[in-house]
């Protein structure tokens, strides 16, 4: 376990998925992440790649042959290279490797540095192709925030504040996959009020979010957080059933249409790298 620290932040950072594993502010003295108890769902903060959500029947094709990934693919669970730059930086890396090449047939470098500024932790995703032809990816976060988190409050108590939006427009879930209905959700002066049951029917999935800052906030205190994204194409909301925190996903990637083909160079949000190329993109959340 790697911990960073500053004045305001400490944060403790696995070496398995590169997975941020706690996110506590010295000034409210708060934890900010979900706590991964596995009544629940067991993990933090994984990182999603080389796909985002689910294929149609777990597999793809590339180059005429078939190759099997599970939902979210293989990066979340393998143990990533790791050194701690100073008292609040660290990079994580990860390379293909024997096992990779047999399911994903791509050579990469896929690195995520963790920085803390004042009350900021920011997490660059940087992705490097190392092959000799192009390199074909997916790739989103998946922190989980705890709800509640400051004592004396209720799940219901929180909500979500975004920046741009006044409405939501969300695609259905079938079994994982995206299918044709959408969903409309009306934002009460930019708020979404958090309640279970928003997530019965698995996660949120937006394709024209205009929002780049959601705010988690409740009505009982000021306690909250700021979480920054830019040029996400796609975002997901989830929780848990019941579960007591909501995930907010910015995604580079989406799982595959109910009707999708299965060709990975057709698959939504696609990224393509020619050789030698590479690509970033980062993430940031404000405690307070």
Same mark, same amino acid.
């Given at each position: 376990?790697?911990?960073?620290?500053? *004045?305001?932040?400490?944060?403790?950072?696995?070496?398995?998925?590169?997975?941020?594993?706690?996110?506590?502010?010295?000034?409210?003295?708060?934890?900010?992440?979900?706590?991964?108890?596995?009544?629940?769902?067991?993990?933090?903060?994984?990182?999603? @790649?080389?796909? %985002?959500?689910?294929?149609?029947?777990?597999?793809?094709?590339?180059? =005429?042959?078939?190759?099997?990934?599970?939902?979210?693919?293989?990066?979340?669970?393998? %143990?990533?290279?790791?050194?701690?730059?100073?008292?609040? *930086?660290?990079?994580?890396?990860?390379?293909?490797?024997?096992?990779?090449?047999?399911?994903?047939?791509?050579?990469?470098?896929?690195?995520?540095?963790?920085?803390?500024?004042?009350?900021?932790?920011?997490?660059?995703?940087?992705?490097?192709?190392?092959?000799?032809?192009?390199?074909?990816?997916?790739?989103?976060?998946?922190?989980?925030?705890?709800?509640? =988190?400051?004592?004396?409050?209720?799940?219901?108590?929180?909500?979500?504040? @975004?920046?741009?939006?006044?409405?939501?427009?969300?695609?259905?879930?079938?079994?994982?996959?995206?299918?044709? *209905?959408?969903?409309?959700?009306?934002?009460?002066?930019?708020?979404?009020?958090?309640?279970?049951?928003? @997530?019965?029917?698995?996660?949120?999935?937006?394709?024209?979010?205009?929002?780049?800052?959601?705010?988690?906030?409740?009505?009982?205190?000021?306690?909250?957080?700021?979480?920054?994204?830019?040029?996400?194409? @796609?975002?997901?909301?989830?929780?848990?059933?019941?579960?007591?925190?909501?995930?907010?996903?910015?995604?580079?990637?989406?799982?595959?249409?109910?009707?999708?083909?299965?060709?990975?160079?057709?698959?939504?949000?696609?990224?393509?790298?020619?050789?030698?190329?590479?690509?970033?993109?980062?993430?940031? %959340?404000?405690?307070?």
């Amino acid at each position: 376990m790697i911990t960073l620290e500053n *004045e305001y932040l400490k944060v403790s950072l696995a070496a398995k998925g590169a997975e941020l594993q706690r996110l506590f502010s010295k000034e409210t003295k708060l934890d900010y992440l979900w706590n991964g108890d596995d009544k629940y769902w067991a993990k933090h903060s994984p990182v999603l @790649f080389p796909i %985002v959500g689910a294929l149609k029947n777990d597999s793809f094709t590339y180059q =005429n042959e078939t190759y099997h990934l599970p939902r979210h693919g293989f990066a979340r669970d393998q %143990v990533f290279d790791h050194h701690k730059i100073s008292d609040t *930086e660290a990079v994580f890396t990860l390379t293909q490797s024997e096992e990779s090449l047999k399911v994903y047939p791509f050579h990469f470098e896929l690195r995520l540095k963790y920085q803390l500024i004042d009350r900021k932790l920011n997490l660059t995703y940087k992705v490097i192709n190392t092959g000799e032809g192009e390199l074909l990816f997916s790739i989103g976060a998946h922190p989980a925030f705890a709800v509640p =988190n400051a004592p004396n409050t209720d799940y219901t108590d929180y909500y979500l504040a @975004f920046n741009a939006d006044k409405k939501l427009t969300y695609w259905k879930l079938d079994n994982g996959l995206i299918a044709k *209905e959408t969903g409309n959700i009306h934002l009460n002066g930019h708020k979404l009020n958090l309640k279970h049951e928003l @997530f019965y029917n698995d996660a949120l999935v937006f394709k024209t979010m205009q929002s780049n800052c959601i705010s988690l906030l409740n009505t009982k205190n000021d306690y909250g957080l700021h979480f920054h994204f830019d040029d996400f194409p @796609f975002f997901g909301i989830w929780a848990a059933t019941d579960a007591p925190f909501v995930c907010l996903e910015p995604w580079c990637g989406v799982a595959d249409g109910v009707a999708h083909d299965q060709e990975l160079a057709h698959k939504e949000g696609i990224i393509k790298l020619e050789k030698g190329q590479n690509w970033e993109r980062y993430w940031e %959340v404000e405690c307070f």
